[in-house]
T-cell receptor, first 114, second 114 residues
């Protein structure tokens, strides 16, 4: 069974600083990995996804993530944080069974300090 | 292009009652998934429907059920409500339903059970 672990339920960074949100995965097959973002009182929005093409994946709003098989990691980064980045971020893995079941991590709430 | 629409957005029920939640996917999307989101358990997969067939089901009791209509609209039903069913129920649709993980989420139906 696939699973993801997000390290740090809360992360605070100053505006303009580097954002780093950590995600480690466990999968018996090459995984499909995703980062979703949830703003208050809204649904989730896909930020980026890894589906075994390029290991460095670029997403929306300046975010990117690097798939590292040796470290079983898929950390999310952004060089310079904006106030609008304050939200909850979820890492997820697909079971690749031809269906849309995703297993989500517990989420990381990102706070931006002015 | 209209997004995923969930109704109702908020509802309050009492223990023992039942509830039906509705989801209209993005036009052309044939896969509809449902997730339960709670502070304690996070995001948990309920079930997925594709072309009116349930393709996958999460680890929830039989009180949770769903269906999909020929126009891809979906409903989920929870019978004999318990306090622990209080949650945000999220619906997501996808175009091909092939496990690529690009899910489009609605804003959710927030259920409170008293």
């Amino acid at each position: 069974a696939q699973s993801v672990t997000q390290l740090g339920s809360h992360v605070s960074v100053s505006e303009g600083a580097l954002v780093l949100l950590r995600c480690n995965y466990s999968s018996s097959v090459p995984p499909y990995l995703f980062w979703y973002v949830q703003y208050p009182n809204q649904g989730l929005q896909l930020l980026l996804k890894y589906t075994s093409a390029a290991t460095l994946v670029k997403g929306i709003n300046g975010f990117e993530a690097e798939f590292k098989k040796s470290e079983t990691s898929f950390h999310l980064t952004k060089p310079s944080a904006h106030m609008s980045d304050a939200a909850e971020y979820f890492c997820a893995v697909s079971d690749r069974g031809g269906n849309e079941k995703l297993t989500f991590g517990t989420g990381t709430r990102l706070t931006i300090i002015p | 292009k209209a997004g995923v629409t969930q109704t109702p957005r908020y509802l309050i029920k009492t223990r023992g009652q039942q509830v039906t939640l509705s989801c209209s996917p993005i036009s052309g999307h044939r896969s509809v998934s449902w997730y339960q989101q709670t502070p304690g358990q996070g995001l948990q997969f309920l079930f997925e429907y594709f072309s009116e067939t349930q393709r996958n089901k999460g680890n929830f009791p039989g009180r949770f059920s769903g269906r999909q209509f020929s126009n891809s609209r979906s409903e989920m039903n929870v019978s004999t409500l318990e306090l622990g069913d209080s949650a945000l129920y999220l619906c997501a649709s996808s175009l091909a339903g092939q496990g690529a993980g690009e899910l489009f989420f609605g804003e959710g139906s927030r259920l409170t059970v008293l």
